[in-house]
């Protein structure tokens, strides 16, 4: 997964455990926390430690987003090569959605795009290294999960990648 140390909210920690366990270091919940079993069955089968902490602790480490009483402690995040991901990915005998953006600069928009992506289908997004925002913990909590399904390449200049 090079940006987030972190990735809360139930939804988005829940499909990162189901997609890439390997990338979950640990969780953290807030103590006396309510609807989080299915979550912690999980991460118990998986073998990822979890401590319990204080709501304060995880405010902080979420920088005040809203992290519903769990925090993954994750690797940095992952992006993909672009010519990886169209050797894998793509197909001249199946065409593919592919979602190039351009100086998205809100983290909120590039979770949303990256659900909309995932629910039509999209193989992956495409953004640019400059004038653009990262993938972070507050990308990855808007987009409820879809940005642990969905490959990210970041590419220099944008022109060129997609012709």
Known sequence: MAKPSTVYGKHPVFELLKSQPDSVKKLQV?????????????????????????????????????????????????????????????SPVTPKLVLVLDQIQDPHNLGALARSALAFGASGIVIPKDRACDVTPTAIKSSAGALAHLPVARVTNLRRAIS
């Open 30 to 90: 807030a103590r006396g926390a309510q609807g989080l079993s299915e979550l912690l069955d999980l991460a118990d089968a998986l073998g990822i430690p979890v401590s319990q902490v204080s709501k304060r602790d995880l405010d902080g480490l979420s920088g005040g987003g809203v992290h519903q009483g769990v925090i993954a402690l994750v690797k940095a995040f992952g992006y993909c090569d672009l010519e990886d991901f169209l050797e894998e990915e793509l």
